[in-house]
């Protein structure tokens, strides 16, 4: 027993010293590092995916060094937010992305120790403002308004459905906002709005579509990530179209997701990435619309239409009135209300 | 607009599929607590049969070797189990809990590495569309819903025949209540503790990697992480729901599906009743149905207890 | 003489731990080795973001004291035969009591305020396990069932709540607004987040083992542990018992959810109960450690060192997400291995009863 402990012990310093020498800063390559936290998994086609390819297509097109932590609500709470970022902060990262709302008290703490370092949150702008923190959030409310407009010309039922996980801000903007393209087309439609408690859970998703199927929805808008796969699958079980949201889930179902409405993020990301790589990031507080600009071109939530291959299943009446939708939206003519509490609440 | 008969033959249409994953994992579970174990390891073992059966699946063109391949994973999973509870004596509880983040764990690690960080999209899978029997679906209301299912949940009824019959009526099945009730009597009078019990935790492995295998193949056609959602728990609750007897874990199973088929269907039709009160019903009405219905269900007696072979008293 | 015997005890034990850490690693290391990472800047990855820094270190104990609250929960309700698994909802029901109570009525001081929301929060927790207790009680429901279905409320609740009535003034984030300066625990040490929730964890582990060990209580609860019909047949009461220790776990178990929401987070936010969510990892942390009350603070630390450590691997050495799983599942096997080797040579980690 005895010499066994003495190997063990001589194991253990052998590694000790084997750490503290590996632990030893790298040289700076000179790259920034710009670092990204995610609350669910990359590959859940919504809310972390889109951000995590915007940040891996920076990474290619600006040479940045770049790191990602996911799933911190999934093997954690949002307590733990605190210790990543000052972790990222140590490793010398120059811009740290939280992408969940329910970081703000943290990553604001850190941003208030660490005044050179550049973060961002998900979040609406705060006074007084934070030199280097930048809240961004996507407003999906406009091409909300475009799907409701398209769903409510394209059912033949009368009826629609859209549905989200919880009714918070950015959700009940498109949820509201569908409701109300739909009714400016028909005010009689019914739009039958659920949320059901999650996000990430294909079954649910896939039961609840279903269920407005039989309530005699015959097109279906989900806000979500995991919920909208499943609903998805719904969908094309019961022969109807689905509307994607989130992202770009057209790719997912061709057949089936005729049109999505995307929040942007991988976009919104990358030309986060773009603009730190470039030395120009300030403190702006984004609020991402259509109408938003950066060095001229468009980024954040859009309206993606039907692809060449669906064209031809959507009559030109229909195609006229989205296409009439988005002049005015983008003239200024058509103002779409920004709801953001739930009614009733 | 609704009318309740449709409403009601709708809603058990849809509870029977929520059933279906609920009732194989079920199945295999009750075995394995009839002998004396008891598996915690469900909910991971579900997720890697999930991945498992949708990477086979999709690979071979063939969702029959997906289902074996997820079986299988679930029986690995179900022998490192009952090894390490049983022949190792460690705490049945904790190689379980172990087990079950180990196999989500290895879920995950395998989805990822075959897909690279993507996601399934572009992985073809063939799926268990529902059969559909033109006579069966001529039957006015119940033809296009109760018997419009897939080939594996008219196999997992019969499946509950057969098990009840092996369960109560054969002689493996008295062996296995035995080592249930009392290892050490069962093993005077010459019953192999040891072999039953690999049996029956290999059993409720291959049965949860099944149920994993139905998620990803029969329910979705997708593999998603998490998208066992906590059903592996719900699986032994609905074990002990169904006092460990295969045709009252049906009926448990179908209890739970068609309540919570219900809530979603309420919930469209009627939007003002706060959402999350009809998503607890199925778990505060599945407690009332339990505590009301049942009579004090029997556990079996050597449950979680680790068996020594050498403590058993002779004679 | 006795104390050289303990100390060799203690070292022979420490040395066991020690060497199953080292082959739980080096199993992990064949899974980090074949998706193309080192395992050696993995460990040190690990190490580093469990220790690293005073930051760190602050971190790992902050994430010890619910696993410690949830584990010393597991382990008094494993330890009177009570199937208690319903600790991921007792958390909850704690979080949501301190958090609306607080939110609720006019501030108080804080030595009057925190006493008032531990209590509060640990009735609240005593509350949801006593609804298993008294259907186990009075119509034989398996506790098993009703604690694992009642899991699944308090998260709905806690969607309800923090969605609606009680939302933050902005009503923007799913999360309440922050409770009064008067209601948090305060910090242990300027400009780290570590709280006195560290120390009250420890006091109640040790009024645990008290309790327990000294008093004529406690040693029925242990007698109902570890024989149910010697007990009955001693004239224990053991169904009150059951229901008491069951009740007390809850009420344990509601602190990790104070100490969350009044020391560490300040608000109650959606989170949903998750794989390694508190109340499952803390049966892990009471089995690892023989349902010992002292021990619970080790294995809880030991669980907070493997769990910040090992998340921090996806920063420090690319490590994917996935071995957080593998890495936890297989350490705990691993230990609990090398306990049985241990009990095999003569020597015991608890001085009380080994696990069922």
């Known amino acids: 027993m005895q010499s066994v402990a003495i190997v063990v012990i001589i194991i253990i310093a052998a590694l000790a010293v084997g750490g503290w020498y590996m632990m030893q800063a790298p040289a700076p390559t000179g790259a920034k590092k710009m670092a990204l936290v995610m609350p669910g998994s990359i590959t859940d086609h919504g809310w972390d995916q889109e951000p995590y390819e915007g940040l891996m297509r920076a990474k290619a097109d600006f040479g940045l060094e770049v790191s990602y932590t996911e799933e911190v609500m999934v093997t954690g709470t949002p307590a733990d937010y605190d210790r990543i970022i000052r972790d990222y902060v140590s490793k010398g990262f120059g811009f740290v992305i939280c992408h969940d709302f329910l970081c703000k008290d943290s990553v604001t703490a850190v941003a208030k120790d660490n005044p050179s370092v550049w973060f961002a949150y998900d979040g609406a702008r705060f006074d007084p403002a934070i030199p280097n923190l930048i809240p961004y959030i996507p407003w999906g409310h406009e091409p909300s308004y475009m799907a409701g407009v398209f769903a409510a010309m394209m059912s033949k039922t009368g009826v629609v459905g859209t549905y989200d996980g919880l009714p918070i801000h950015i959700e009940v903007a498109c949820v509201e906002a569908f409701e109300m393209g739909a009714k400016s087309v028909n005010p009689n439609i019914q739009v039958l709005k659920n949320y059901i408690g999650v996000w990430h859970d294909p079954k649910k998703g896939h039961d609840l579509t279903v269920s407005m199927v039989d309530a005699g929805a015959d097109i279906v808008y989900g806000v979500g990530d995991g919920i909208n796969i499943g609903g998805i699958q719904g969908a094309k079980e019961k022969g109807i179209w689905f509307i994607g949201g989130t992202g770009d889930q057209r790719p997912v179902e061709p057949g089936t997701v005729i049109v999505s409405v995307t929040w942007g993020l991988n976009p919104i990301i990358y030309t986060l990435a773009k603009l730190y790589s470039e030395g120009r990031l300030s403190g702006t507080a984004y609020e991402f619309t259509m109408h938003t600009y950066i060095d001229g071109k468009q980024v954040g939530p859009e309206f993606l239409e039907w692809t060449d291959a669906n064209a031809g299943k959507v009559p030109q009446s229909v195609k006229d009135a989205v296409a009439k939708t988005r002049a005015d939206i983008m003239s200024g003519a058509l103002v779409v209300p920004l709801i953001t509490k739930a009614p009733g609440t | 607009m609704v009318d309740w008969a449709d409403f009601a033959i709708v809603v058990v249409g849809a509870g029977i599929g929520i059933a279906a994953p609920l009732l194989i994992a079920a199945l295999g579970e009750a075995f394995a607590e009839r002998s004396g174990m008891m598996n915690l390891s469900i909910e991971g073992t579900m997720s890697l049969g999930a991945a498992l059966a949708f990477m086979v699946g999709s690979l071979t063109s063939n969702p029959w070797l997906g289902l074996l391949a997820g079986m299988l994973g679930g029986l690995v999973i179900g022998l490192m189990n009952v090894y390490l509870a049983q022949s190792a004596h460690l705490n049945q509880v904790v190689t379980g809990m172990s087990l079950y983040i180990f196999a989500y764990g290895l879920s995950v690690y395998i989805f990822r590495a075959i897909t690279g960080h993507v996601s399934t999209f572009g992985l073809e899978v063939p799926r268990f569309a529902p059969i559909e029997i033109p006579a069966l679906l001529q039957i006015p209301v119940l033809g296009p819903t109760i018997l419009n299912q897939n080939v594996l949940i008219y196999i997992s009824i019969v499946l509950v025949i057969v098990l009840e019959v092996v369960m109560f009526k054969t002689t493996f099945g008295l062996k296995m209540r035995a080592v249930g009730e009392n290892p050490g009597a069962a093993d005077n009078v010459g019953i192999n503790v040891y072999t039953v019990r690999y049996l029956c935790m290999m059993w409720g492995g291959a049965m949860a990697g099944l149920a994993g295998g139905y998620i990803s193949l029969a329910e979705l056609g997708l593999f998603f992480e998490g998208m066992t959602a906590g059903r592996g728990w719900i699986a032994i609750a609905i074990v002990i729901f169904g006092a460990w007897s295969p045709v009252r874990i049906l009926a448990g199973a179908l209890i739970f599906g068609i309540i919570d088929s219900m809530a979603l269907h309420v919930m469209v039709v009627a939007p003002q009743i706060p959402f999350q009160l009809l998503l607890t019903l199925p778990y505060v009405l599945s407690i009332g149905i339990l505590v009301i219905a049942m009579k004090r269900a029997a556990l079996p007696a050597a449950l979680f207890k680790v068996y020594r072979r050498e403590e058993r008293q002779l004679g | ?356």
């Not at chain 3, 619910?66 to 009177?80: D, E, R, W, Y």
């Not at chain 3, 104070?258 to 990892?281: H, M």
Request: charged residues 10%; neutral net charge; proline residues 4%.
């Open chain 3, 1 to 356: 003489m006795a104390l050289a015997v303990r100390l060799n005890e203690y070292f022979r034990v420490t040395f066991s731990v020690a060497i199953s850490v080292l082959i739980g690693f080096g199993l992990s290391s064949i899974f980090i080795i074949a998706i193309g990472s080192n395992p050696l800047a993995a460990y040190v990855a690990l190490l580093d973001g469990a220790f690293g820094s005073a930051q760190s270190v602050s971190e790992t104990f902050i994430k010890a004291i619910p696993l410690i609250f949830t584990g010393l929960a597991a382990a008094i309700a494993f330890k009177s035969n009570v199937n208690n698994i319903g600790g991921e909802g007792q958390m909850y029901m704690g979080a949501i009591a301190t958090a609306v109570v607080a939110l609720s009525i006019p501030v108080l001081p804080s030595l009057a305020f925190l006493p008032l929301l531990l209590g509060i929060s640990f009735l609240a927790g005593a509350f949801w396990a006593g609804i298993p207790a008294f259907l186990k009680i009075r119509f034989g429901a398996d506790e098993i069932l009703t604690t694992l279905l009642m899991n699944w409320i308090p998260f709905y609740i806690v969607s309800y709540i923090v969605t609606g009535p009680f939302q933050e003034a902005d009503r923007i984030r799913p999360q309440t607004d922050f409770i009064p300066d008067a209601a948090r625990l305060p910090a242990f040490i300027a400009g780290y987040r570590i709280h006195w929730g560290l120390v009250l964890a420890i006091i109640v582990c040790v009024l645990a083992y008290v309790f327990l060990w000294k008093t004529s209580l406690g040693f029925e609860f242990r007698a109902t542990g570890a024989n149910l019909e010697a007990a009955r047949s001693m004239g224990i009461r053991v169904n009150r018992r059951m229901i008491e220790a069951m009740v007390l776990s809850g009420g344990i178990a509601a602190l990790a959810g104070f100490c969350e929401v009044a020391g560490t987070v300040g608000t109650l936010k959606l989170g949903s109960s998750n794989i390694l969510g508190y109340g499952y990892a803390g049966i892990l942390v009471a089995l690892i450690t023989n349902l010992h009350p002292i021990g619970v603070v080790l294995s809880g630390l030991f669980f907070g060192i493997l769990i910040v450590g090992s998340e921090s691997m996806q920063r420090g050495a690319d490590v994917p997400i996935a071995m957080v799983y593998i890495i936890e599942a297989i350490m705990v096997l691993t230990i609990i291995t090398s306990q049985l080797l241990l009990r095999k040579l003569g020597l015991t980690w608890s001085t009380g009863q080994t696990s069922q």
